[in-house]
């Protein structure tokens, strides 16, 4: 008895929410066409998950943020951050929706941000990009974790489309 009882606990423990990171959203592998400016403000996104049940995973407004800002650099969109609001760039981030799977073996995750690009204060370019991201169970047994990889690969693929629009502008 006392051995089924911790086997549950493990596996409750482990199936805990796990909150999508920095590092699993940071697009790794695109370089932008081209340099768009010196040093762009990007404001903390807003509209991501904070309090979820305890079966799901989120995507943190914070960790959303600093994957957007780690991706701009490590893809030479942009060379570097401003600290405040004053400068040429800035980036205002909504998190519109993450549609998260309920329960199952494969677990797709589709995400839609808008971006707001603003350059010298004024609006300059709007976009809302949807983007979605499959964990199977070959990556992962537990689900929860199977719906945090899927979700920080949507969101990946999310911030890599915004990217690589914006590359395109003539801005």
Do not use: H
Request: aromatic content about 12%.
């Amino acid at each position: 008895m006392k051995k089924l009882l911790s086997l549950s606990l493990l596996f409750l423990v482990f199936n805990c929410a796990f909150p999508s990171t920095k590092e699993g959203m940071t697009v790794k592998n695109y370089q932008s066409p081209k340099n768009i400016g010196d040093k762009i403000f990007v404001k903390e996104a807003k509209g991501g998950s904070t309090t979820l049940p305890f079966w799901t995973s989120e995507i943190p407004n914070d960790n959303f943020t600093d994957a957007v800002k780690e991706s701009l650099l490590k893809s030479k969109t942009f060379s570097n951050f401003a600290s405040n609001w004053e400068g040429d760039w800035g980036l205002e981030i909504e998190i519109v929706d993450v549609d998260q799977p309920f329960f199952g073996t494969d677990m797709t995750v589709s995400t839609n941000v808008k971006y707001t690009l603003f350059k010298k204060g004024k609006k300059a370019y709007e976009t809302t990009i949807n983007a979605s991201a499959t964990a199977e169970v070959s990556d992962t047994f537990f689900a929860v974790k199977r719906l945090r990889l899927a979700n920080e690969r949507a969101a990946e693929s999310n911030i890599q489309k915004f990217i690589e629009k914006i590359s395109k502008q003539n801005l």
